[in-house]
């Protein structure tokens, strides 16, 4: 972070996150208040009529997410940020744009609870409802923040992956990393990669959809010359409607090679004295943070601890899991929900080793005390 | 927590109004022109707007994993409620500065160094402006920490407050230092 | 179908034949939207055209232009996004009446009242063609569909009005049989500056017409016949049971269009920035 060019302000997570999403090129923001995400659309309402970008306040969630997707066919980066009973809602057009290979970039700020739950509560519950909560297979990538500059950083990185392979990206921070005050290193313009998607010049036949060798169709952005169409229908390499078996399977199977030909640039994780770990604190987002603390203070008490975070979630990094689960015998993993995360994580590492959770869903952080204190009872 | 020296907390409260999320930012922003790095986080929603409201924030000399407060260093309470509920979660040889103007019954048995001050009563009669108790609580807590000195928050002060408060917050903080001396 | 140059240009020969049934008036209605597109010389290339789910969304499909058909009820909010991002491209709207009343209602209201400009084309059959005949917020009352097989206790909305009154600037009625006024309402529809609306009765003798005693489409296109009355502001006068208006029901050129109004708050919310520097 010792950037020559850039600044650095004590930024709430939600306003790094907005800052991060323009610094990323998004021009577009279509959202409906909820909180503990309105930070955000209102800072986008004061900052893109600035640069001339577009701020709706849109009827509701569904016409939210309709709103950045039609942003984004035309060419648009864009963006929404919303909370547990605004993302069921989109759950339908997040679909809609992962078969249009539309990028766009969805913000999920969790609060507590099911339903209308606990507004100013945190929690991380929407976990699995991020990898699933729209029908049948699709790819999904969601990335979980821990810091306000992780929602600087995430949100850049957020853009850049819909962008690269043309998938909607979710932005999974709970309640309280939106709400933090940090440091926030705002990079120089040109400092931070940022990628725009590929506009190719011609195709060949009308095959707007056809994948290129790394799994990823292009198909063009509408009013560029090539009017092609776009159907949420099962469609072949030309965008329209086949109900041929063949290629309904191909408009499936395509669509999630996604994930697995980019297995490696999706793999993103924070990991400390993993290596030797008998004992390994698995976590993410705030909650990894304390983690990261029980680990440092085990490992002073001669404890073989260690702590893994992922910060892209989805896909779950299964690979780097499985290597440093090898050693460790003992799994602890901390979240605020049920269990999600330690389905997972049983998952990866096995039947026979030894899963835990800590969970806690009244709706504040994991305190570290409470965190100790059940590490010691797990490990006693 | 084991090592002191890496982190130092600082827990603001009071009522909705009272200038509390301020005064944290004030410190964290401070916090950052030191080079030290921070975490501040403020009690939101109704509560902002009227009733009890707090503001944690947290230095360091390192990366701060764990985002909250858990054993206050130096606990400020500007009323009845917050000096209740926070007084006595400072840490022994920690500060705690009571508003008088609201607190009326101080809490018994704090093993942190009390001090009390009637800050809203000397802001009204001093400066015209009650709402500048917070400021002279910083100026207090300038004199009180061992990371931040008067000069970081009195900068991080004026890069805050509205260019014509700009004189009336400096009194206030350097009342708030003059207090510290008192004590 | 004839074909006409015209019909040639706007139409994507290699998707076709259209999957709609035997009779059906969605073919009509596509030929006065393509109509209308040629005698305004409507680019392609910078045309939209945006649909939800149902027969008459399939239509998106069949123009060749930039399309985008979408998910039930969303063709308005995607359009809005489209339309925002690039005021410049011209936007069309096909939706289906259970599309764009029932399932997507909020958002009919709602980019109404925006005065957004876009050209909606709402293609009533009184039912849920696509997926065989169920009620739907147009079907009047009494009438029959396989899911109000005793006659449909609720009530159409006045659907005309209640865009009017939602907020949008110019507004018509036709049918599949009044095809040269369709396409001169359609005409309109595609001139305005702000959110217009033309709803299309077709008719949809696959279910429509065969739950309600009218086997084919000429019967449909009889009664549809029967009980349009031509609207003329200056004589206003009392609809028989059954009977409706047809022709340019509103029009008001005084409010100011969204797009518009929205690069005009980037220009103010740009000099306070620099004001303010
Ligand atoms: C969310 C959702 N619910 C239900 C459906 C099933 N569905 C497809 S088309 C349709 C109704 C179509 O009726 P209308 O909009 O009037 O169009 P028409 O087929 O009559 O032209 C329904 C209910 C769907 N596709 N999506
Ligand atoms: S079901 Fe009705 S609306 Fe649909 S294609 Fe057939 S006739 Fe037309
Ligand atoms: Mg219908």
Redesign the interface.
């Known amino acids: 972070m010792s950037g020559t060019k850039g600044r650095t302000l004590l930024l709430q997570g939600n306003e790094a996150c907005a800052m991060g999403a323009i610094y990323a090129g998004c021009r577009f923001f279509g959202g409906y208040p909820i909180t503990p995400s309105t930070e955000i659309a209102e800072h986008f309402a004061r900052k893109l009529p600035t640069v001339g970008g577009v701020f709706i306040q849109m009827e509701d969630e569904i016409a939210s997410i309709s709103s950045i997707i039609g942003s984004s066919l035309a060419g648009v980066k864009a963006m929404t940020a919303t909370s547990g009973p605004g993302f069921s809602l989109m759950q339908e057009n997040l679909g809609l744009a992962t078969v249009l290979e539309t990028p766009i970039v969805i913000v999920n700020i969790m609060r507590s609870g099911a339903s209308t739950g606990h507004p100013t509560g945190t929690g991380q519950g929407d976990l699995m409802q991020s990898r699933w909560g729209t029908h049948s297979d699709h790819p999904v990538v969601a990335l979980a923040p821990a810091t306000a500059q992780e929602m600087f950083d995430l949100t850049v990185k957020a853009f850049n992956i819909a962008e690269k392979l043309r998938v909607p990206v979710i932005l999974l921070p709970e309640a309280v990393v939106g709400h933090i005050r940090e440091a926030v290193y705002i990079p120089a313009e040109g400092e931070m990669e940022v990628i725009d998607r590929e506009r190719p010049g011609s195709y060949e036949n009308f095959l707007f959809f056809k994948r290129d060798t790394n799994g990823v169709a292009h198909p063009p952005d509408l009013g560029a010359g090539f009017r092609p169409h776009y159907t949420g229908l099962t469609h072949d390499e030309s965008g329209f409607f086949t109900a041929v078996p063949d290629r309904v399977n191909a408009f499936t199977v395509g669509l999630n090679s996604k994930m697995e030909l980019h297995r490696e640039y999706l793999t993103d994780y924070c990991e400390e004295t993993v290596e030797d770990a008998d004992v390994l604190l698995i976590s993410f987002g705030v909650t990894a943070r304390a983690c990261a603390h029980v680990t440092r203070d085990l490992r002073k008490r001669g404890v073989k601890a260690g702590c893994f975070r992922p910060r892209i979630v989805w896909p779950f990094p299964e690979e780097r899991l499985n290597r440093i689960a090898q050693h460790a015998h003992t799994f602890i993993v901390p979240e605020l929900n049920l269990g999600q995360m330690r389905l997972v994580v049983q998952r990866v590492v096995g039947p026979e080793k030894r899963v835990v959770g800590i969970n806690r869903v009244d709706g504040a952080m994991l305190t570290l005390e409470r965190m100790q204190k059940e590490v010691e009872e797990v490990l006693a | 927590m084991s090592d002191r020296s890496e982190r130092y907390e600082v827990l603001l409260s009071g009522s909705g109004g009272q200038g509390i999320i301020l005064a944290g930012v004030i410190v964290a922003e401070a916090g950052i022109a030191h080079d030290l790095k921070v975490v501040q986080t403020a009690s939101y929603g109704p509560e902002s707007r009227g009733g009890a409201s707090h503001s944690e924030v947290i230095l360091s000399g390192t990366d701060i994993d764990y985002p909250a407060v858990t054993k206050p260093d130096f606990v400020i309470a500007l009323t009845q409620e917050a000096a209740d509920k926070f007084a006595h979660l400072a840490r022994p040889r920690g500060n705690v500065l009571l508003d008088t103007t609201w607190v009326e019954k101080l809490p018994q048995n704090i093993q942190a160094n009390m001090a009390s001050f009637p800050l809203t009563e000397e802001a009204s009669n001093r400066f015209g402006k009650p709402l500048v108790a917070n400021i002279i609580a910083l100026g207090y807590f300038a004199e009180h920490n061992p990371l931040l000195g008067a000069d970081e928050l009195l900068q991080a002060i004026i890069r805050r407050v509205p260019s014509h408060y700009r004189e009336l917050n400096e009194h206030a903080f350097a009342y708030g230092r003059e207090l510290a001396d008192q004590a | 179908m004839p074909t006409e140059p015209f019909v040639k240009k706007y139409l ?1 020969q ?2 076709l034949p259209t999957i709609w049934c035997g009779g059906c008036g969605l073919g009509t209605v596509m030929r006065v939207i393509v109509e209308a597109l040629d005698d305004l010389k409507i680019d ?3 045309l ?1 055209v ?1 649909s939800g ?1 149902g027969c008459s969304s399939r239509m ?2 069949y123009l ?8 039930h009820g ?1 063709a ?11 005021p ?2 011209e936007v069309v709207v096909i939706m289906g009446d259970g599309d764009g009343t029932a399932i997507g209602g ?2 009919l209201i ?1 980019a109404s009242r925006r005065n957004i400009n876009l050209n909606v084309f709402l293609l009533n059959n009184g039912n849920y063609g696509m997926t065989s005949g169920q009620v739907s917020p147009m079907t009047p009352h009494e009438w029959h569909a396989s899911t109000c097989p005793f006659g449909n206790l609720e009530h159409a909305f006045h659907l005309c009005d209640m865009v009017k009154s939602a907020g949008a600037t110019y507004i018509a009625r036709t049918t599949t049989f009044h095809y040269m006024q369709a396409v001169r309402l359609a005409k309109e529809v595609l001139e305005h500056k702000g959110f217009a609306f033309l709803e299309i009765y077709f008719q949809c003798p696959t279910y429509f017409g065969r739950f309600n005693e009218m086997t084919d489409a000429p019967a449909m296109l009889q009664w549809l016949k029967k009980n349009a009355v031509r609207y003329d502001p200056e004589k206003p006068r009392e609809l028989e049971k059954g009977q409706f208006y047809v022709g340019k029901l509103w029009e008001d050129n005084t409010k100011d269009e969204y797009t518009d109004l ?1 690069c005009k ?2 220009g ?3 000099e ?2 620099q004001v303010a520097d």
């Open positions: 994507r290699r998707v392609q290339n910078n939209v945006v789910i998106a499909g060749d232009a930039n399309t985008v058909h979408t998910t969303r308005l909010p995607v359009a809005t996004g489209i339309k925002l991002a690039h410049e491209l909020n958002h709602h929205y708050l980037c103010r919310a740009q306070m920035m």
